[in-house]
């Protein structure tokens, strides 16, 4: 078995998980990013995705997370996103409503800024529709993510 390393993952509204963990993946900007018990000091930014935690003695914990960072340092990682959630607790009619508002907003004329934050909402949205289609299908088994 893995050495388990302290794991805090914290969004704005809610503290998601705060325990010890054997592996996180994080969604970054190339891809996702596995960590382990003595990884190198680091600071990454995170970009809408899964983060799935391996506790070491149960089932893997899976949450969508929307963009933040994360600090590595000695033998604890703090992963702070904007909003992160558990395939289950996704509202599949909200995320629907969701996407077709993104969609419409990319439609109109926008600032650059605007235009990118318009991009966040409408990937998150889609995410979260394929995770909670998943979650459904699989009768709350994500293992296999």
Same mark, same amino acid.
């Given at each position: 078995?893995?050495e388990?390393?302290?794991?805090? #993952?914290? +969004?704005?509204?809610?503290?998601?998980?705060d325990?010890?963990?054997? !592996?996180?993946t994080i969604?970054?900007?190339?891809?996702?990013?596995?960590?382990? +018990?003595?990884?190198?000091p680091? %600071?990454v930014?995170? %970009? &809408?995705?899964? @983060?799935?935690?391996?506790?070491?003695?149960?089932e893997p914990? @899976?949450g969508i997370?929307g963009?933040?960072? &994360?600090e590595i340092?000695?033998?604890?990682?703090? %992963?702070l996103?904007? !909003? #992160?959630?558990r395939?289950?607790?996704?509202?599949?009619?909200?995320?629907?409503?969701?996407l077709?508002r +993104?969609?419409?907003?990319?439609? &109109?004329?926008?600032?650059?800024?605007?235009y990118?934050?318009?991009?966040? !909402?409408?990937?998150?949205a889609?995410?979260?529709?394929?995770? +909670?289609?998943?979650?459904?299908?699989?009768?709350?088994?994500?293992?296999?993510?």
């Open positions: 078995m893995s388990p390393f302290h794991l805090k #993952i914290y +969004a704005a509204d809610k503290a998601f998980y325990a010890d963990a054997v !592996s996180v969604p970054v900007t190339d891809g996702g990013m596995q960590i382990l +018990a003595h990884h190198e680091l %600071v930014a995170t %970009v &809408t995705g899964i @983060i799935k935690v391996d506790p070491g003695d149960g914990l @899976i997370a963009v933040g960072f &994360t340092t000695r033998n604890e990682v703090v %992963v996103v904007d !909003s #992160i959630e395939p289950e607790e996704i509202d599949e009619a909200r995320a629907r409503n969701a077709a +993104a969609q419409e907003q990319l439609l &109109t004329d926008q600032s650059i800024q605007e990118r934050v318009s991009q966040a !909402s409408l990937a998150r889609m995410l979260r529709l394929s995770m +909670a289609g998943k979650n459904a299908r699989l009768g709350h088994n994500l293992d296999q993510e």
